[in-house]
């Protein structure tokens, strides 16, 4: 049996062998017969008798677990708990789960004599990777003569030659797909019966890190030679990556590079439900410090992660803010990894959420799905809801109706969607474009599970983020989306006033109260088909709109900062020397600042295509370094997409000008980075706390100040900035 069959707490006897397994070593071949189906059985509650006038006894979890322990023809694996319902909720107490394995035959039998009992099917779950481009409809193939194959060998390498070990192939045709991965060498060898070179309708390659993918549609392969893939490294398309810390193109869509450094999560506790969190990654060494391993049950077994898929997801939702790499949008929340994959099924995600419940989580990420109903899960996920965890779900990626758990009314379900500029072409994301675009390029992706309970959207297609064990990898799915929303809930619960009051309390109302926050946050995209997007695409400025609020510089001296002021402009040659200030106005050659009016007034007072933000921060562009060009945005950039992020230049140019190169992230590190303001004490918008003293006010007012209106475009680069 594998590792996820062992019992839990020891208690198993070991079955005794059969004779025929006796008279045979352990290497000799067995034949294949089919294997039992793994069940989960509860006593339920009895108010009254199944039959009138016939008492059926009650039966608790231990009576259940002993039945079933003494059936010859079942096989206990480990027994889940029970849990009382919480004071004054309305979701009852979930009941102690013994996961068994056994025929359907003896499933059948054992509810006839046992009609107290609720057995379930304990199925797998799948994360919400998407494993491949969707297949076009074709007519039906000729039909092909028995014994045609074609073996077709690949070379991927690099432009410098250096082979791609580790790299998944996956070779489509008029039949079953092939699928496998390049040795040391960089080659892989498919061999696809049934099918000729003509008949192959497409080749897709995903290296495991630092390279973007390649897909080709009606390849011209060869079967006697070597068919060369060459893909395109990261770096070529985010200058100075991973070097330079950059925000992914779903985070600036969002908003979150828009937001004051100091909202940063802290206080919040998060779980990511998927395959681990390889701790030894740079951006997540610090950032996830606990969990729990239900797969194979070692202590430290959640920080190691076989699938890449849940180390992707935690560094979206908290990726370290150390000035490399990616950055998170909870980079100091509490995070924890529960890690039920590969082999996940129902009994596991049960357990995972007793563990969330116990450890006071406040938001669980669930990039996972399954075609099947679970009432069991179901009852849980609306135990952990009463108990005020939010549960933030993936919608799917099969391309059909939202899967399970995203069909609960008690979760936030995600759907995905894509950006045509945020992947350079030639890519495996390119073949997910399908269906309407925005004027900003937006997609509702091939993939993507849709229907009426997609709450919201985020961005699921060439996502950036974090693979063991130090690489970085442009994935695509709902999955990807799900920790965009994750991360921003987190944000909200830590800053959002209202979790410091009405809704302090961990219950049910305090999770539909933020997701409603969510949802009333969202930016719509008309793509066709609400079921696709639900209310639209969060936007945290829009979200954390009262945090913003309440940002109120601290007072310092007009004349000294509109001193500092004018020789931040004369620098930059809005002004000529000497010229205007608290003496006078001379030769002014650029929108500035005007007398008794506020700074930001002077470009815009902090309004957004989506109407004025709270606290007047500048969001005609991404923080961090811009471009001037005469005294304002050029009217090229000034078009964004919901939320204010828009592309950064023409497409075309060096890789670090594609509009698919986000640049390097700036304006949320403590440390220094670049559009942080100096240290110490600080407010919420990363100004000096009360009692900073005059001068260390007026200096952190003008470094603020003066960031804010290099990002509008309105002051040039600082030529000190060791950044440049």
């Known amino acids: 049996m594998t590792s996820n069959d062992k019992p839990k707490d020891g208690s ?167 699928q496998t991965s390049t040795g040391a060498d960089g080659r892989a060898v498919v061999t696809m019966v049934g099918e000729t070179p003509e008949s192959i309708t497409g080749v897709t390659v995903r290296p495991r890190s630092g390279y973007w993918s390649v897909h080709i549609d009606r390849p011209a392969l060869s079967t006697a030679r070597d068919n060369l893939i060459e893909p395109m490294r990261l770096a070529e398309t985010f200058d100075g990556f991973p070097v330079k810390q950059v925000f992914g193109w779903g985070q600036q869509a969002m908003n979150l590079d828009r937001l004051p450094p100091t909202l940063r999560g802290v206080g919040v506790r998060i779980a990511i439900i998927d395959s681990g969190a390889d701790v030894r990654h740079p951006d997540l060494r610090d950032r996830v410090r606990a969990g729990v391993d239900l797969v194979g049950g070692e202590p430290d077994g959640w920080s190691v992660d076989a699938a890449y898929h849940g180390s992707h997801c935690a560094a979206v939702v908290s990726g370290a803010d150390d000035g490399h790499g990616v950055v998170g949008f909870a980079v100091e929340a509490e995070v924890h990894a529960c890690k039920i994959f590969p082999g996940g099924r129902f009994s596991d995600l049960i357990e995972a959420l007793d563990y969330c419940v116990e450890q006071r989580i406040d938001v669980v990420n669930l990039s996972l799905a399954s075609r099947h109903h679970s009432p069991l899960v179901a009852a849980k996920i609306e135990q952990a809801r009463e108990a005020g965890v939010a549960c933030v779900v993936a919608a799917g990626n099969d391309g059909g109706p939202v899967g399970f758990p995203g069909t609960l009314p008690g979760v936030l379900t995600v759907a995905a969607v894509g950006k045509a500029d945020a992947f350079p072409p030639g890519t495996a994301h390119e073949a997910e474009i399908s269906g309407p675009l925005t004027g900003d390029g937006y997609f509702s992706p091939r993939f993507t599970c849709h229907g009426p309970e997609v709450d919201v959207c985020a961005p699921g297609v060439a996502v ?97 900062l509109l001193g500092q002021l004018t020789a931040e402009m004369t620098g930059a040659g809005l002004l000529v020397s000497g010229g205007w200030g608290p003496g006078g106005n001379s030769g002014q ?63 075309g140019g060096t890789g670090a000008a594609r509009p698919y190169a986000t640049g390097p992230g700036g304006g949320r590190s403590p440390g220094g980075a670049a559009g942080d303001v100096p240290a110490g004490p600080r407010a919420a918008n990363g100004m000096p706390a009360a009692g900073a003293g005059p001068v260390g006010g007026e200096q952190a007012a003008m470094a603020w100040l003066t960031e804010e209106m290099r990002a509008a475009g309105l002051l040039g680069e600082d030529p000190a900035d060791p950044v440049e």
């Open 464 to 560: 950036l983020s974090a693979v063991p064990p130090d690489g970085y990898a442009a994935l695509d799915g709902t999955s990807m989306a799900a920790p965009h929303v994750a991360g921003l809930a987190a944000l909200v619960l830590a800053h959002h006033g209202d979790f410091r009051g009405p809704y302090s309390v961990r219950d049910a109302r305090r999770v539909d109260h933020l997701f409603h926050i969510i949802k009333s946050s969202c930016v719509p995209l008309n793509l066709g088909d609400l079921h696709r997007t639900g209310a639209g695409m969060p936007n945290a400025l829009r979200a954390l709109a009262p945090a913003l609020a309440q940002i109120t510089p601290e007072p310092v001296e007009a004349d000294t």
């Open 12 to 178: 198993e006897e070991p079955r005794p062998a059969s004779p025929r397994g006796r008279q045979a070593s352990r290497q000799a071949p067995q034949p294949v017969e089919p294997r039992p189906r793994r069940y989960m059985v509860a006593a339920l509650p009895q108010p009254h008798p199944v039959v009138p006038g016939a008492a059926v006894p009650a039966l608790d979890g231990d009576t259940v677990r002993r039945l079933l322990e003494d059936d010859p023809e079942v096989r206990v694996l480990r027994r889940l708990r029970g849990a009382a319902g919480n004071p004054g909720a309305q979701a009852p107490g979930f009941p102690a789960v013994v996961v068994a394995e056994m025929t359907a035959e003896h499933v059948e039998a054992l509810r006839r004599q046992y009609p107290q009992l609720y057995f379930e099917r304990d199925r797998l779950l799948t994360y919400s990777d998407v494993p491949q481009p969707p297949r076009r409809r074709r007519p039906a193939p000729a039909v092909v003569p028995p014994g045609v194959e074609s073996t077709f060998a690949f070379l991927v390498r690099d432009a410098d030659g250096t082979p791609l070990p580790g790299a998944s192939v996956l070779v489509t045709g008029h039949g079953w797909p092939a």
């Open 589 to 651: 050659t650029g929108q500035g600042a005007q007398p008794g009016m506020a700074p930001q007034a002077a470009y815009g007072g902090g309004t957004t295509a989506n109407g004025p933000v709270p606290g007047g921060l500048v969001t005609g562009r991404p923080r961090g370094r811009g471009t001037a060009t005469g005294g304002g945005v050029p009217p090229a950039e000034q078009g964004g997409p919901p939320g204010g992020a828009g592309t950064r230049a023409k497409r």
